[in-house]
């Protein structure tokens, strides 16, 4: 059975400090997401990690994919309140047959204060 | 603009009674997921369908029903059998490409009355 473990769960940092969160996998795959939720609110894609060494960057994030270590990495840098949301890791157990469904971590609950 | 649409947002449901959310997409995907998400945690998969009249069992299968008739749409039934359906549900479809992440719908919040 795939188990996906992120940590740290809850995060509160102040703004213009850097930040790691960690997504742990406990299978050999290839395919890892991450995705952020707004409090109510559906699940908005951030980065897609389709290879070994595939580092993506967009403005104040940045995700890894170590397939060989099975640890994603999503880096904050220069924190901004905007961040503040859950932040969560998923990992695509492919088969031969297509995609099966995503398995998440349970979340890192990320609270950004002036 | 694509996109997936979910209906109803809110949802009561009585004690011994069916209730079906619904879930349709514009995007021309053939795959389709329904998750379940509670309270401080992280999505569970209950169903998902790769190709119309097809579908398989997730995680947490047990009290749910699908069906996927048609490519756009995967209404999930939640039945008398699930006994602690309150959650938020959320519907997910994705392209056939595997580099494609999967886009959610806004989500329906299901409560016991």
């Known amino acids: 059975e795939l188990k996906v473990e992120q940590n740290p769960l809850f995060l509160s940092m102040q703004e213009g400090k850097n930040y790691t969160i960690y997504c742990n996998y406990s299978?050999?795959?290839?395919?890892l997401y991450w995705y952020r939720q707004d409090p109510g609110k559906s699940l908005e894609s951030l980065f897609v990690?389709?290879?070994?060494?595939a580092v993506k960057q967009e403005g104040r994030l940045m995700a890894s994919l170590d397939t060989k270590a099975r640890l994603s990495t999503l880096h904050i840098t220069a924190a901004v309140h905007d961040l503040s949301a859950t932040y969560f890791c998923?990992?695509?157990?492919?088969?031969?047959?297509?995609?099966?469904?995503?398995?998440f971590g349970k979340g890192t609950h990320l609270i950004i204060q002036p | 603009d694509g996109g997936i649409t979910q209906s109803p947002k809110y949802l009561f449901r009585k004690e011994g009674q069916n209730v079906t959310l619904s879930c349709e997409q514009n995007?021309?995907?053939?795959?389709m997921y329904w998750y379940r998400q509670d309270p401080g945690q992280g999505l569970r998969l209950i169903y998902y369908?790769?190709?119309?009249?097809?579908?398989q069992k997730g995680d947490i299968a047990e009290g749910y029903s699908v069906s996927r008739e048609k490519k756009e749409s995967f209404p999930l039934t939640v039945t008398s059998a699930q006994k602690n359906p309150t959650a938020f549900y959320l519907c997910?479809?994705?392209?056939?490409?595997?580099?494609?992440?999967?886009?959610f719908g806004d989500g329906t919040r299901l409560s016991i009355l």
């Open positions: 990690l389709l290879s070994n060494g």
């Open positions: 369908s790769q190709i119309v009249n097809d579908f």
């Open positions: 998923a990992v695509d157990e492919y088969s031969g047959g297509g995609a099966d469904g995503l398995t």
């Open positions: 299978t050999t795959s290839d395919r």
């Open positions: 997910a479809s994705r392209g056939q490409f595997s580099n494609q992440p999967q886009h």
């Open positions: 995007l021309n995907h053939d795959a």
